[in-house]
């Protein structure tokens, strides 16, 4: 099946250090992929949709400028967490969707876990 | 506008008993429709999707869901649980005839399977 790496898989940082997650798909094209954030026991948040070569859409109330993503090709997209707080400790998952073969399926990543000191 | 609810926040079952995780949905036009897994500290796993055909749907380990549209449900199953099946599991929707690709996700349900 289709894989999806993320990494880090567990980050520690200072509270106005900035942090940047990466998102691969490993054995397929992802001409969209997606940044979610789950809090402890809670669904899953939509923050961003990114096309390859693209700006990225926010979804209402996530900050442009605080979490900057890059979708620079179609194997890899990053997210990074600027000037970070303590509030942004969350669990960071990535998916990819295969538009290539029209699978509909989302494949995603292992999740990245941010703590903000 | 397309939503998805798991009425259930928890569902405990005894290991090799049947398991049933309940999600309905609402669509404007055909729902496509997802389960995933997800284990503790990790990323989702997919499970099973129906996009059009048989209204049963066998998925990875064991699971199925079976499609019910007078109902505008997809009920997750496995005939006899694993203490291993102890999992959160999320239901999604996507509106086959909608502009956008984006699924919505239900706000997952915990199984707890014990021995």
């Known amino acids: 099946g289709a894989v999806v790496s993320q990494h880090p898989s567990r980050v520690i940082c200072k509270s106005g250090t900035s942090v940047k997650i990466e998102c691969r798909s490993l054995?397929?094209?992802?001409?969209?992929m997606f940044w979610y954030r789950q809090f402890p026991k809670q669904s899953l948040m939509l923050m961003a949709t990114?096309?390859?070569?693209?700006?990225?859409?926010?979804e209402q109330g996530v900050e442009k400028d605080k979490f900057l993503i890059n979708h620079a090709s179609l194997t890899l997209s990053t997210l990074t967490v600027t000037s970070a707080h303590p509030e942004d400790s969350s669990f960071y998952i990535c998916s990819a969707r295969d538009g290539i073969h029209s699978t509909d399926t989302q494949y995603f990543g292992p999740g990245t876990r941010l703590t903000v000191l | 506008a397309q939503s998805v609810a798991q009425p259930e926040d928890q569902v405990k079952v005894a290991e090799g008993n049947p398991l049933t995780v309940k999600c309905t949905y609402s669509v404007s036009g055909n729902p496509y429709l997802f389960w995933y897994v997800q284990y503790p500290n990790r990323g989702l796993q997919f499970l099973l999707k129906?996009?059009?055909?048989?209204?049963l749907v066998k998925g990875s380990y064991g699971f199925e869901a079976e499609f019910n549209k007078s109902q505008t449900s997809f009920h997750l199953k496995k005939p006899s649980a694993l203490v291993s099946d102890s999992a959160l599991y999320f239901c999604?929707?996507?509106?086959?005839?909608?502009?956008?690709?984006?699924?919505?996700f239900g706000r997952g349900t915990s199984l707890i399977v014990h021995p």
């Open positions: 129906y996009i059009t055909g048989d209204n």
């Open positions: 990114s096309n390859e070569g693209s700006k990225a859409t926010y």
């Open positions: 999604a929707v996507r509106d086959a005839g909608g502009g956008s690709y984006i699924p919505t």
């Open positions: 054995d397929f094209q992802a001409t969209t």
